[in-house]
């Protein structure tokens, strides 16, 4: 079965720490990657998406995703935290080139950035 | 363009009445979504329109939810009757593309049936 596996359901770094979000992937067709994030009482926004140019994706407030097809793997990474990044975030993928393609998210990962 | 527009934002309601919410996609867009958000079952695919036709509605938890999308501009999700077990946020999505075209998320409508 197409599935997406984000491990960790709660992540928590200190402010100025390395941030690191996994998301594994199952797919049989061509994965097209997304990580959006979700800020409180919001609707989701993308922060990145796999475009297969490149396997390291730069994304909005200096967050990027590598892909790595031999592992299945899109994990998330910021450099160093700041407060505001504390949110869920959530890794989805397309299941199709086509229009008519679904799009199905992980269950998410909550971050939380410690003084 | 204003993006993705739902209604209500908020609706409470007593278990056993009628419950639609409704969505406005992006302009031009042809794939549009609903998802379900819960704290136990995360973001639930309920179901989704491709140039206003249901192509997937295994998402959809039981007969009492139904989702139309009459033409292109508008799409409502029922639920009929509503049980507290229904409450959450849903949210509606739309696309103009498949591949690596992202969906564009409204702001969601948290239900609440007491």
């Known amino acids: 079965a197409q599935s997406v596996t984000q491990l960790g359901s709660h992540v928590s770094v200190s402010e100025g720490a390395l941030v690191l979000l996994r998301c594994n992937y199952s797919?049989?067709?061509?994965?097209?990657l997304f990580w959006y994030v979700q800020y409180p009482n919001q609707g989701l926004q993308l922060l990145l998406k796999?475009?297969?140019?490149?396997?390291l994706v730069k994304g909005i407030n200096g967050f990027e995703a590598e892909f790595k097809k031999s592992e299945t793997s899109f994990h998330l990474t910021k450099p160093s935290a700041h407060m505001s990044d504390a949110a869920e975030y959530f890794c989805a993928v397309r299941l199709g080139y086509s229009s008519a393609s679904k799009i199905i998210f992980g269950s998410g990962t909550r971050l939380s950035i410690r003084p | 363009d204003a993006g993705v527009i739902q209604s209500p934002r908020h609706e409470v309601t007593e278990m056993g009445q009628e419950v639609t919410l409704r969505c406005k996609p992006i302009?031009?867009?042809?794939?549009l979504f609903w998802y379900r958000q819960t704290m136990m079952r995360g973001l639930e695919l309920l179901i989704y329109f491709n140039n206003n036709v249901p192509i997937d509605d295994s998402g959809m938890p039981e007969d009492r939810f139904s989702a139309k999308m009459p033409n292109a501009s508008f799409s409502t999700l029922k639920i009929q009757p509503s049980e507290p077990r229904d409450s959450a946020v849903y949210f509606c999505?739309?696309?103009?593309?498949?591949?690596?075209?992202?969906?564009?998320f409204g702001q969601g409508t948290r239900l609440t049936v007491v």
């Open positions: 999505a739309s696309s103009f593309r498949g591949g690596n075209t992202e969906a564009f």
């Open positions: 302009s031009g867009h042809n794939s």
């Open positions: 797919s049989s067709v061509p994965p097209y």
């Open positions: 796999y475009t297969s140019a490149a396997t």
